[in-house]
């Protein structure tokens, strides 16, 4: 009777670790994903043309192109004109549209069993941007500042609304190229 005690408490930690360590796991690849959209979103901008990038009165969109892999797959090619914010309250959706609604960034493509019956729907990273941009009309540097957020899965807060983190990245771009 006592080694069963034992062993019911030996399974219910090890099956209590193991969702625990499923929980983080997951929550770090999406910290990971939203990172990873998020410098490819400032390398692009770096590559926009300064004369673009240093407009004060009408400036145009950042142009961005996301490569992902579909259900089937294969490469898909995404494209967004990113407008300039600003504020820094306002957040832009990114990631696959379907029927003209952001569902996010992919994080998990479809399972489907032998008969081609879907077994688990995708996941979508739910990831909002803010881009602004400071010009130095002084130096002629033009500060681009990339505030990002996304939605940790399966946390709520207390008030059971979604939780999000967010991070900030800088970067600055001169008249003269470097590379």
């Given at each position: 009777m006592v080694a069963f005690i034992i062993f019911?408490?030996?399974?219910v930690g090890t099956i209590g670790t193991l969702l625990q360590v499923r929980k983080s796991t997951?929550?770090?690849?999406?910290?990971?994903?939203?990172?990873a959209a998020a410098l490819s979103i400032i390398e692009q901008v770096q590559l926009m043309s300064y004369d673009d990038l240093s407009t004060t009165t009408s400036p145009?969109?950042?142009?961005?192109?996301?490569?992902?892999?579909?259900?089937?797959?294969?490469?898909?090619?995404?494209?967004?004109?990113?407008?300039?914010?600003?504020?820094?309250?306002?957040?832009t959706p990114v990631g696959e549209v379907q029927g003209g609604v952001v569902k996010g960034?992919?994080?998990d493509v479809?399972?489907?069993?032998?008969?081609?019956?879907?077994?688990?729907?995708?996941?979508?990273?739910?990831?909002?941007?803010?881009?602004?941009k400071q010009v130095d009309n002084v130096s002629g540097n033009v500060g681009i500042?990339?505030?990002?957020k996304w939605q940790i899965p399966d946390r709520k807060t207390?008030?059971?609304a979604p939780m999000y983190m967010s991070r900030q990245i800088r970067s600055a771009r001169c008249p003269v190229e470097s590379y």
């Open positions: 019911s408490w030996i399974c997951e929550s770090n690849i999406c910290a990971l994903e939203a990172n145009p969109p950042a142009p961005l192109q996301f490569v992902g892999i579909g259900s089937g797959n294969t490469v898909q090619i995404q494209g967004l004109d990113l407008a300039w914010a600003t504020d820094a309250t306002t957040f960034l992919l994080l479809d399972y489907r069993n032998a008969s081609a019956v879907t077994v688990r729907q995708k996941r979508y990273l739910n990831f909002s941007v803010n881009l602004q500042i990339l505030t990002y207390s008030t059971g």
